[in-house]
């Protein structure tokens, strides 16, 4: 199984990027999607999932509203779109999948990560 991640990069506040994420080696169909982050010196965070079945998705509170989730079954990727970031935003991205909870906002319920990819927002 591999989740590749990309679209990183550099932007100013008030920018936009959108983040990919292509799966192969599972049946991406089956796997509900979750985008977490991680700044330096905190934790890894919930910023969003979209759901494997009826495509629902679920954000944090701190994103709701600027970020959303999407995802192609057919080409196995999950996309994440960033509207309005702010420098708090700064931290590595990494998508995950799980097939045993549907919007779960906890990386250990999660079975398969990619890389992560850099965001930065400069203010």
């Known amino acids: 199984v591999q989740l590749q991640a990309s679209g990183g990069g550099l932007v100013q506040a008030g920018g936009s990027l959108r983040l990919s994420c292509a799966a192969s080696?599972?049946?991406?169909?089956?796997?509900?999607m979750g985008w977490f982050r991680q700044a330096p010196g905190k934790e890894r965070e919930f910023v969003g999932a979209v759901n494997w079945r009826r495509g629902t998705t679920y954000y944090s509170d701190s994103v709701n509203g600027r970020f959303t989730i999407s995802r192609d079954n057919a080409k196995n990727t999950v996309l994440l779109q960033m509207d309005s970031l702010k420098p708090e935003d700064t931290a590595v991205y990494y998508c995950?999948?799980?097939?045993?909870?549907?919007?779960?906002?906890?990386?250990?319920?999660?079975?398969?990560w990619g890389q992560g990819t850099l965001v930065t927002v400069s203010s």
């Open positions: 995950a999948g799980t097939r045993r909870y549907s919007g779960s906002t906890y990386p250990r319920e999660y079975d398969y």
């Open positions: 080696g599972l049946t991406f169909s089956n796997y509900d």
